[in-house]
C-alpha cells in the first residue's frame, strides 16, 4: 500500500468517524414537541423534588398553552438529607418537609399535579453497586421490588399518560444513582401494560458531571447551558426553550423560575446571586427516545465518579 493510500484512508476514516459525531448531535427525524405533545396527557417521573427543572420549559407550554395535562412522580423525597450541602439545614424531617412543599409549587406553577411515593432519599455510590444499594434499600422499607414496580404501575393506571419523560437510565444526568433507579423500576412498570397502547418514553439526555467536562463546557453549563451526553451515538431530538411563549416568556423563563421555587437546592439563584445567561444555542434540551437505547447500560461506574456518599464517607452527617 502506498503511502498516499495509506494517508487517504486514515482521512477517510477521520471524516466518517466525524460524520457519525455529528449524527449523533442532530435529530434523527425532525419533530415538533409543541405539536407532538399538544392536548396529550404527560407524566414525568423523577426521584427528588426539583428533578423537572430540566423539562420545565417543554412541560409549560404543553401544559399551559398546547391543552396538555401534566403529571409529576417523585418516588424518592423522605428523609432527605438534600438541604444539607445547599442551605446547612441537617434536619431531614424538616428538608423533606420544604422540598415536598417546593414541588407543589413547581408543578401547580407548570400547571400540573404531583405524587409522593415517601422513599427514602439514599444517597450511595455513583455506580452500578450504588444503584442497586439504593432499590435494596426501597425494596427492603416498601414490601420488595414487586412493591415498588407495583407502585409505578399504579400510577400508570391511574394517570393514562400518553408520553412519559424521564432521567436517561443509562447516566441519569448526573450519575446520580436515585435518577437511574427510578426510571429502570418505571420501565419494569411499562413493560406490565398492554403493548397496544402503552406510552412513548422520552429520556433527558444532557450531562451534568462536572467530572468529565473541559473548562469551557463547565463555565457554559454552570451558565445554565445544555449539552448531550458525550460520545453518544443514539439519535437526538431537541426541544428549544429560547422560544417565546404566548405570555412573552420563554421556555428558558419557566425553568429559571422552576429553579427558583426549590430555593433549598439552588438559593443562589433564588436569592439571585447568580443569573443564569446561556446563548439560544445552549438552551437547545438534548432528548432521546426508548427505543432508541438500551435502557440498561451503565455509563457511569466506569467514571469512578467520588462524591460523599453514605456507604463511602459517611455522609449524613451526625446532629
Known sequence: MTHRLKLLLVWLTLLLSGCATERSMKPAAEID??????????????????DEWGVAPLFAEACLFNGAKCHFVVASEARSWGCFPTIGLRDPAECTRIRRDEMIKSATALGGKV?????????????QAGMERNIALW?????????????????IDAVKPGVIFSHDP?????????????????????????????????FENDLFVE?????????????????????????????????????????????????????TQYPDIASGRRVLAPT????????????????????????????????????????
Open 280 to 319: 439560544k444555542a445552549q438552551q437547545r434540551i438534548p432528548f432521546t427516545r426508548l427505543q432508541d437505547i438500551d435502557p440498561k447500560q451503565d455509563l457511569c461506574t466506569a467514571l469512578a465518579l467520588e462524591r460523599p456518599t453514605f456507604d463511602k464517607f459517611g455522609y449524613p452527617p451526625s446532629k
Open 211 to 263: 467530572d468529565i467536562m473541559d473548562a469551557p463546557t463547565k463555565a457554559a453549563v454552570d451558565n445554565g447551558a445544555f449539552f448531550p451526553w458525550p460520545k453518544d451515538r443514539s439519535p437526538m431530538y431537541w426541544y428549544d426553550a429560547s422560544k417565546v411563549l404566548p405570555n412573552g416568556k420563554t421556555g428558558f423563563d419557566y425553568l429559571v423560575a422552576t429553579m427558583k421555587t426549590h430555593a
Open 115 to 127: 405524587t409522593f411515593f415517601g422513599w427514602e432519599d439514599a444517597f450511595y455510590a455513583f455506580d
Open 33 to 50: 414537541f409543541s405539536e407532538h405533545l399538544r392536548g396529550k396527557t404527560l407524566l414525568f417521573v423523577a426521584a427528588h423534588p426539583d
Open 170 to 202: 443509562r447516566h441519569g444526568t448526573t450519575c446520580h444513582p436515585n435518577h437511574r433507579a427510578v426510571t429502570l423500576l418505571m420501565l419494569e412498570a411499562l413493560n406490565q401494560t398492554d403493548a397496544n397502547t402503552r406510552p412513548e418514553v422520552w
Open 139 to 155: 425494596a427492603k422499607d416498601n414490601g420488595g421490588r414487586d412493591a415498588l414496580v407495583a407502585r409505578f404501575k399504579g400510577v
